[in-house]
């Protein structure tokens, strides 16, 4: 049993906190980020207690390192130390990064490792903290959900017509079909897929948008893809997005 036990244990991974939740009393369960093991539940018994070491460590957003053990979908958490080096998001930056906690919180499955795609969240949380711009910050979530959605092996293809394999022409207009990729638009009874400029896919290829109208465009295409792997389940950040502008819209009135 002991080697068993310690054939099972991992030591000083680096990782980032999704989310903690209490569990039982005085611990928590840790939904982990960690690099080389992908999402990993942990339970950190006696991490609420006031003089708990790791009580102030498992926040989200935080860079660690954590130790754990065991082989069920909950393993034990032994250890947790603050492995730094990355700015914390703040203001409107901290509701997108909660985003981006959301996503992979409901899509990627437990215990399955993704170490490229760790290292595409530890620098869009940097670049989140750098550039609080509106622009800027829809930018660093798109790219992020590309790169996602790649992971999971939904790749995009945005260059070329998914019929023809002839270039994307950025003064066409193309149906979405999620399966697929790109079709020439036409309109007919029945078909339920996104509408998109070419310069729209050509923009998110490029992770360039030259202007609002390709921006926004570009954030409702990839809101409805997402919505078609998240299928039923609801994304609360884009929620909240959505009230605090109303908010700020009744200020500057």
């Known amino acids: 049993m ?33 690099r080389e093991f992908g999402r990993v539940g942990l339970v950190a018994k006696g991490a609420r207690r006031p003089r708990s070491e790791m009580r102030g460590l498992l926040q989200a957003f935080q860079g660690v390192a954590l130790s754990w053990g065991g082989a069920g979908e909950l393993k034990t958490l032994v250890k947790a130390e603050w492995r730094g080096g990355v700015a914390l998001p703040e203001g409107r930056a901290l509701l997108s990064a909660f985003y981006l906690n959301e996503l992979l919180l409901k899509l990627l499955p437990r215990d399955d490792p993704h170490p490229v795609l760790w290292d595409d969240y530890q620098a869009a949380l940097t670049d989140l903290a750098a550039d609080a711009s509106p622009a800027a910050q829809a930018g660093v979530l798109r790219r992020f959900e590309l790169a996602l959605l790649a992971a999971l092996g ?50 998110l290829s490029q992770a360039r948008y ?38 700020d819209g009744d200020r500057e009135e």
């Open 154 to 203: 939904y790749a995009l293809p945005l260059t070329h017509d998914s019929d023809s394999g002839a270039a994307i022409d950025p003064a066409a207009r193309y149906h979405y079909a999620f399966d697929r990729g790109a079709r020439p638009y036409v309109a007919e009874p029945g078909v339920r897929w996104p509408v998109v400029r070419g310069a729209t896919l050509i923009a």
């Open 210 to 247: 030259p202007d609002a109208e390709t921006a926004a465009e570009a954030k409702r295409l990839m809101r409805e893809i997402l919505d078609h792997y998240l299928e039923s389940r609801r994304i609360e950040s884009r929620r909240i997005a959505v009230d605090l502008a109303a908010l």
């Open 2 to 34: 002991a080697t068993r036990a310690l054939a099972e244990r991992h030591d000083d991974q680096p990782a980032f906190v999704l989310h903690a939740y209490p569990y039982k009393e005085t611990s928590l369960v840790v939904e982990a980020f960690v």
